[in-house]
């Protein structure tokens, strides 16, 4: 069945780095685009980036461009995003989600990330 | 960017009600090339990720009732649940993907009246 395991968040201090990861099994990884949604704590959804299947297309949120970058490993089966320059208003779950149609059908649990000195 | 306002940011319905939920966006959603409007809904309960319960607007996601249903087309469009179960209480979102960033709704919290 499809998975995808999110892995990498903690709490991390204003300024600094962190690189979540999503794992993905159950389907063909390589057929499909991803997306990184983020939710804060008690507030809705925040739709972060999308990467295409190929890796040839990136697009962000305006929120965290210039800051984030999605990537991804089709041979690890994986998905990546990379923070920097991190601030408070980070602080969310942040979910990996597979694209089918356009939109996003199986997502993972989510992880949490705690932007906090 | 496309902003989506949905209405109302809550309800409370009694069961076996009808239940509609609006969402505006500031911008047609439809893709000329595919004739879609690109609009899913996603029904989210504490504690869970979003669920996807309707896609191109109109189209129900496999294994979601057809107590639920969605339509509109352009700039409007409404999820509507015809007879609201014990189980469809959460909060729902709408959210375009017709052009980056995919932006969501605010959510609108459901509850049992």
């Known amino acids: 069945q499809v998975q995808l395991v999110e892995s990498g968040g903690g709490v991390v201090q204003p300024g600094r780095s962190l690189r979540l990861s999503c794992a993905a099994s159950?389907?063909?990884?390589?057929?499909?685009?991803f997306h990184w949604v983020r939710q804060a704590p008690g507030k809705g959804l925040e739709w972060v980036a999308v990467?295409?299947?190929?890796?040839?297309?990136?697009y962000y949120a305006d929120s965290v461009k210039g800051r984030f970058t999605i990537s991804r490993d089709n041979s690890k089966k994986s998905l990546y995003l990379q923070m920097n320059s991190l601030r408070a208003e980070d602080t969310a779950v942040y979910y990996c989600?597979?694209?089918?149609?356009?939109?996003?059908?199986?997502w993972g649990q989510g992880i949490l990330v705690t932007v906090s000195s | 960017d496309i902003v989506m306002t949905q209405s109302p940011d809550s309800l409370a319905v009694s069961l076996g009600e009808r239940v509609t939920i609006n969402c505006k966006s500031s911008?047609?959603?439809?893709?000329?090339?595919?004739?879609?409007?690109?609009l899913a809904w996603f029904q989210q309960k504490p504690g869970q990720p979003p669920r996807l319960l309707m896609y191109?607007?109109?189209y129900r996601e496999s294994g979601v009732p057809d107590r639920f249903s969605g339509s509109g087309s352009g700039t409007d469009f409404t999820l509507t649940i015809s007879s609201l179960q014990a189980e469809d209480v959460a909060v729902y979102y709408c959210?375009?993907?017709?052009?980056?960033?995919?932006?969501f709704g605010q959510g609108t919290k459901l509850e049992i009246k």
């Open positions: 989600a597979r694209d089918v149609r356009g939109t996003e059908d199986y």
């Open positions: 159950g389907f063909t990884f390589s057929s499909y685009a």
């Open positions: 990467i295409w299947y190929d890796g040839s297309e990136k």
């Open positions: 911008q047609r959603v439809l893709h000329s090339s595919t004739n879609k409007n690109y």
């Open positions: 191109w607007a109109s």
């Open positions: 959210q375009q993907s017709h052009s980056p960033p995919y932006t």
